[in-house]
T-cell receptor
Framework: KQEVTQIPAALSVPEGENLVLNCSFTDSAIYNLQWFRQDPGKGLTSLLLIQSSQREQTSGRLNASLDKSSGRSTLYIAASQPGDSATYLCAVYGSGNTGKLIFGQGTTLQVKP | ETGVTQTPRHLVMGMTNKKSLKCEQHLGHNAMYWYKQSAKKPLELMFVYNFKEQTENNSVPSRFSPECPNSSHLFLHLHTLQPEDSALYLC????????????FGEGSWLTVV
């Protein structure tokens, strides 16, 4: 059974700092991995989707990497801003064609001005 | 605005009530999903519909009854719920198949009293 773990559960950094969020999964036979952002009381916003054949994806100040063999993904946020404060969720697509996502519990990030 | 609209945003219902959550997507997708987000727990998949057909039921109690009349609309009918069913219910959609970005709505906050 696939399990997704995100460390740390919470993180507080000063504005301008570069930071890394970690995601690990127990079954390396994943199809793809997706990072989401969730603001308090809101739904999820997709940040980056990494296909199983890719090793990384970049969007603006965000860079996500994927190492299937070690069961790990990282989300790198450069030059953090207070507006980056949110919960970041990692999710993996399991085997098969169901589109079923398995989520981690998230990392809650606070960027202080 | 993600293209996935959920109503109502907030719902309070008694344990003997019958209510429904509605989801509509304007993205031309053919797969729709219900996810549940409880406090302190990872997001968990409830149901998957592909081309209006249910393809996954993640052992959800029968007091939750989904309905998908067409590829753009998805309902979750609620009946005789328990207080522990209080949670954020998120609808999502995507193109069918693993590896396509999934888009979430803002969610419906449900409180069962």
């Amino acid at each position: 059974k696939q399990e997704v773990t995100q460390i740390p559960a919470a993180l507080s950094v000063p504005e301008g700092e570069n930071l890394v969020l970690n995601c690990s999964f127990t079954d390396s036979a994943i199809y793809n991995l997706q990072w989401f952002r969730q603001d308090p009381g809101k739904g999820l916003t997709s940040l980056l989707l990494i296909q199983s054949s890719q090793r990384e994806q970049t969007s603006g100040r965000l860079n996500a990497s994927l190492d299937k063999s070690s069961g790990r993904s990282t989300l790198y946020i450069a030059a953090s801003q207070p507006g980056d404060s949110a919960t970041y969720l990692c999710a993996v697509y399991g085997s098969g064609n169901t589109g079923k996502l398995i989520f981690g519990q998230g990392t809650t990030l606070q960027v202080k001005p | 605005e993600t293209g996935v609209t959920q109503t109502p945003r907030h719902l309070v219902m008694g344990m003997t009530n019958k209510k429904s959550l509605k989801c509509e997507q304007h993205l031309g997708h053919n797969a729709m999903y219900w996810y549940k987000q409880s406090a302190k727990k990872p997001l968990e998949l409830m149901f998957v519909y592909n081309f209006k057909e249910q393809t996954e039921n993640n052992s959800v109690p029968s007091r939750f009854s989904p309905e998908c009349p067409n590829s753009s609309h998805l309902f979750l009918h609620l009946h005789t719920l328990q207080p522990e069913d209080s949670a954020l219910y998120l609808c999502a959609s995507s193109h069918r198949g693993t590896g396509n970005t999934i888009y979430f709505g803002e969610g419906s906050w449900l409180t069962v009293v």
